[in-house]
């Protein structure tokens, strides 16, 4: 058998392509950040059932605190970029992890909703510095192995979905939900310290003297050709999904399949620890077969976990599905490099920031509109016209790129 049947030998062979095409110290520092990132806004769904039952709001009201969390985070994809673009990505993205844990501490000291509805602007806006600008370093820092770093730093917010989501379930059973988030600080402001040491000052080509103007023009310019409006409409269909999946699986579970929150919480732990393997597959994918086929494939193997959700019943099927279900988050690392390909280098940061923005506030419609429809005892389908999504979002896969050539 050839190395390529045996996991252990594709996994060290591609580590070790990796390591030669760019700094691994820098790839896990950054993704120790993104680990810690994208874990603490999965830690937050995960929680708020138990936040919502000391506040007494409905399903409606908690759709709209993540869309709201989601909104902000948008909000910062644009000027986080714009910023490490002018100062460098080692300012940004410490500063992200800082402002984070500034939030995290305001959850922690929050005993009204109004309180707590702060605490979830400011981390919503201490993550959303960090989302754009870790994409623009790997991108700076890998070449012929890019979509790959850009999958282990995927994967690595997948472990952190995993371990600090069910670490946080755990404690706060002993201390309450506000110390299920305030665990997490120490840990993040190790990893300050850490991306503050490890990261130069700027790894992404200097934009040149010209003005701060003249940048955003180009970026403005970019941002309409038809090759890059394409791609976001793509990105934007993957966000819908991921934002409205993540945000409401785990009350699905419990509201419509009679599931524990127990168990529901060990589903919601499975579809991210799944989704580490089929992300790092996924990376794999796009680098040998091109991003439109790795994106193509994902999101079409999704599809029918949608359907079959609304329908199976036992703990063991309902698992088969959830692993189903993960595999539409093997198209994030595709879309992703495929949105960063789309711009000019030089203006990667600020460019890709501001499709992030729009992108991402595309999504954060989703839980809101998903929560409104569970409130109407809707909740199947709801989850169906999700499916539905993911089926468009497949198609559009297939022929975004030649559309865009055709317009442009």
Same mark, same amino acid.
């Given at each position: 058998?050839?190395?390529?049947?045996?996991?252990?030998?594709?996994?060290?062979?591609?580590?070790?392509?990796? #390591?030669?095409?760019?700094?691994?110290?820098?790839?896990?520092?950054?993704?120790?950040?993104?680990?810690?990132?994208?874990?603490?806004?999965?830690?937050?769904?995960?929680?708020?059932?138990?936040?919502?039952?000391?506040?007494?709001?409905?399903?409606?009201?908690?759709?709209?605190?993540?869309?709201?969390?989601?909104?902000?985070?948008?909000?910062?994809?644009?000027?986080?970029?714009?910023?490490?673009?002018?100062?460098?990505?080692?300012?940004?993205?410490?500063?992200?992890?800082?402002?984070?844990?500034?939030?995290?501490?305001?959850?922690?000291?929050?005993?009204?909703?109004?309180?707590?509805?702060?605490?979830?602007?400011?981390?919503?806006?201490?993550?959303? +510095?960090?989302?754009?600008?870790?994409?623009?370093?790997?991108?700076?820092?890998?070449?012929?192995?890019?979509?790959?770093?850009?999958?282990?730093?995927?994967?690595?917010?997948?472990?952190?979905?995993?371990?600090?989501?069910?670490?946080?379930?755990?404690?706060?059973?002993? +201390?309450?939900?506000?110390?299920?988030?305030?665990?997490?600080?120490?840990?993040?402001?190790?990893?300050?310290?850490?991306?503050?040491?490890?990261?130069?000052?700027?790894?992404?080509?200097?934009?040149?003297?010209?003005?701060?103007?003249?940048?955003?023009? #180009?970026?403005?310019?970019?941002?309409?050709?038809?090759?890059?409006?394409?791609?976001?409409?793509?990105?934007?269909?993957?966000?819908?999904?991921?934002?409205?999946?993540?945000?409401?699986?785990?009350?699905?579970?419990?509201?419509? #399949?009679?599931?524990?929150?127990?168990?529901?919480?060990?589903?919601?732990?499975?579809?991210?620890?799944?989704?580490?393997?089929?992300?790092?597959?996924?990376?794999?994918?796009?680098?040998?077969?091109?991003?439109?086929?790795?994106?193509?494939?994902?999101?079409?193997?999704?599809?029918?976990?949608?359907?079959?959700?609304?329908?199976?019943?036992?703990?063991?099927?309902?698992?088969?599905?959830?692993? +189903?279900?993960?595999?539409?988050?093997?198209?994030?690392?595709?879309?992703?490099?495929?949105?960063?390909?789309?711009?000019?280098?030089?203006?990667?940061?600020?460019?890709?920031?501001?499709?992030?923005?729009?992108?991402?506030?595309?999504?954060?419609?989703?839980?809101?509109?998903?929560?409104?429809?569970?409130?109407?005892?809707?909740?199947?389908?709801?989850f169906l016209a999700l499916g539905v999504v993911a089926?468009?979002?497949?198609?559009?896969?297939?022929?975004?790129?030649?559309?865009?050539?055709?317009?442009?």
């Amino acid at each position: 058998m050839g190395a390529l049947s045996r996991p252990g030998s594709l996994l060290f062979r591609t580590l070790s392509d990796i #390591k030669d095409d760019g700094p691994i110290s820098i790839l896990l520092v950054v993704s120790l950040g993104w680990f810690l990132t994208l874990g603490v806004r999965i830690v937050y769904p995960a929680l708020l059932p138990q936040v919502t039952a000391e506040f007494g709001v409905s399903n409606a009201t908690t759709g709209a605190f993540i869309g709201l969390l989601w909104t902000t985070y948008a909000l910062l994809q644009f000027p986080g970029g714009a910023i490490a673009d002018v100062v460098g990505e080692r300012l940004v993205l410490t500063g992200s992890i800082l402002l984070s844990a500034g939030a995290v501490s305001v959850i922690v000291l929050s005993s009204t909703v109004e309180t707590f509805v702060l605490a979830t602007v400011l981390l919503g806006l201490g993550t959303g +510095l960090f989302g754009t600008t870790r994409l623009t370093v790997i991108s700076a820092l890998f070449d012929r192995m890019r979509t790959t770093a850009i999958s282990v730093n995927q994967a690595a917010g997948n472990v952190g979905n995993v371990v600090l989501s069910a670490s946080a379930g755990f404690v706060s059973v002993y +201390l309450g939900w506000r110390w299920g988030f305030g665990f997490l600080l120490p840990v993040l402001l190790a990893c300050a310290i850490g991306l503050w040491i490890a990261l130069p000052r700027r790894a992404s080509p200097e934009a040149g003297d010209e003005s701060f103007r003249e940048t955003m023009r #180009k970026v403005a310019a970019s941002v309409r050709r038809p090759p890059v409006l394409a791609v976001t409409a793509l990105l934007s269909l993957n966000m819908f999904l991921y934002q409205s999946v993540t945000g409401f699986l785990p009350t699905y579970l419990v509201a419509q #399949k009679d599931v524990d929150p127990g168990s529901a919480a060990t589903l919601y732990s499975l579809f991210f620890a799944a989704a580490i393997g089929v992300q790092f597959l996924s990376g794999i994918v796009a680098d040998r077969r091109g991003n439109r086929v790795a994106i193509v494939a994902f999101i079409g193997l999704s599809v029918p976990g949608f359907v079959l959700l609304t329908v199976v019943e036992t703990f063991v099927a309902l698992a088969a599905v959830t692993v +189903l279900l993960s595999f539409l988050l093997g198209a994030m690392p595709p879309v992703n490099a495929a949105g960063l390909a789309s711009l000019p280098p030089e203006i990667q940061g600020s460019g890709f920031g501001l499709l992030r923005t729009g992108y991402i506030a595309f999504g954060a419609l989703g839980p809101p509109a998903v929560g409104v429809l569970a409130d109407a005892g809707r909740f199947d389908a709801a989850f169906l016209a999700l499916g539905v999504v993911a089926l468009a979002t497949s198609v559009w896969a297939v022929v975004f790129e030649r559309v865009g050539r055709a317009l442009a």
